[in-house]
């Protein structure tokens, strides 16, 4: 569930369980770890961000997100543009996106693997700040182009030349979220100028982080429900979603390769899909605590 926050008593709202003083945000390590230090964040930037997360809780679930949540960051962090990304880094491929763009809703797409995501990936293998999977740095923190490299750098990068170019984007703000092994799945903001994000924006984006998976997790359940799997398609479905191929999966439940391919096609029988891939990310973000590792 989501917190509560009362902008009569601020200093009594505690996000997902971790304490957090609203009236101060926090002064970031040079590489990139947790806080430090403190200074000010104002009482009206964090009623802004509730107001919003109780706004995003009543609007319908959307495709992948609600597009409350877009529309509302959009007001409360400047950009171009405001993405909810999830990547495939292992099939290098996008699992969804849905953005605005100037204000206007795009095209929501879902698994797209084409030459521009090949280029994407290609271009993005060796960038510091990049969102794919195994290169993202391990933090809960918002982070920004400018943490990695200087204007100079990034317009000499391969990113910049095959994809921020096209945009273009000078600046990208962006946060991390829990998702499945081998996979990225984040929330970026865009500017086409070199105008950097301070460090209200990062704080705010960095509060929200928690929130912001729980969106898509209720969002999940409204659109799907609690998948309805046994114990034994749960356990086949949480290692296939670890990226264990069948025989890999028999020999670590002491079944056959058989009876796992039967499990599979009753859980894509079940939720509707077609791809392992498919079936994780809808069913794994519920799967009971018996089976969760």
């Not at 704080?203 to 912001?212: D, G, S, V, Y």
């Not at 096609?265 to 079936?279: N, P, Q, Y």
């Amino acid at each position: 569930m989501l917190g509560r926050f009362d902008p009569r008593e601020p200093g009594r709202y505690t996000p997902s369980g971790v304490y957090f003083v609203p009236t101060s945000r926090p002064h970031w390590s040079a590489n990139w770890g947790e806080a430090m230090t403190t200074t000010t964040l104002p009482d009206t930037d964090l009623h802004a961000l509730f107001t919003l997360l109780e706004d995003v809780r009543r609007d319908d679930p959307g495709e992948v997100v609600p597009w409350a949540l877009l529309e509302g960051l959009a007001r409360l962090i400047r950009a171009d543009s405001v993405q909810w990304t999830e990547l495939d880094g292992v099939r290098e491929c996008v699992v969804e996106h849905q953005g605005m763009e100037g204000g206007e809703r795009d095209e929501v797409v879902k698994f797209v693997k084409d030459d521009e995501t090949a280029t994407f990936f290609r271009a993005c293998r060796n960038f510091r700040e990049c969102i794919a999977p195994q290169l993202m740095a391990p933090t809960r923190r918002a982070t920004q182009i400018s943490d990695f490299y200087t204007d100079r750098e990034f317009l000499n990068t391969e990113a910049w030349a095959e994809c921020y170019q096209t945009g273009p984007v000078r600046s990208c703000l962006n946060v991390r979220l829990p998702s499945l092994p081998g996979h990225a799945r984040g929330v970026a903001f865009m500017r086409s100028t070199f105008t950097h994000f301070n460090d209200r924006d990062v704080m705010l984006l960095t509060l929200a982080r928690p929130h912001l998976h729980e969106i898509y997790l209720d969002a999940e359940r409204r659109r799907h429900g609690v998948p309805k799997l046994t114990a034994r398609e749960w356990e086949v479905l949480q290692l296939a979603g670890e990226g264990l191929p069948n025989a890999a999966i028999a020999r670590r439940l002491f079944i056959s390769p058989a009876t796992v391919r039967k499990h599979m096609e009753h859980i894509f029988d079940t939720l509707g899909v077609r791809s392992r891939t498919e079936a994780a990310a809808i069913a794994l973000p519920h799967r009971p605590l018996a089976v969760s590792g």
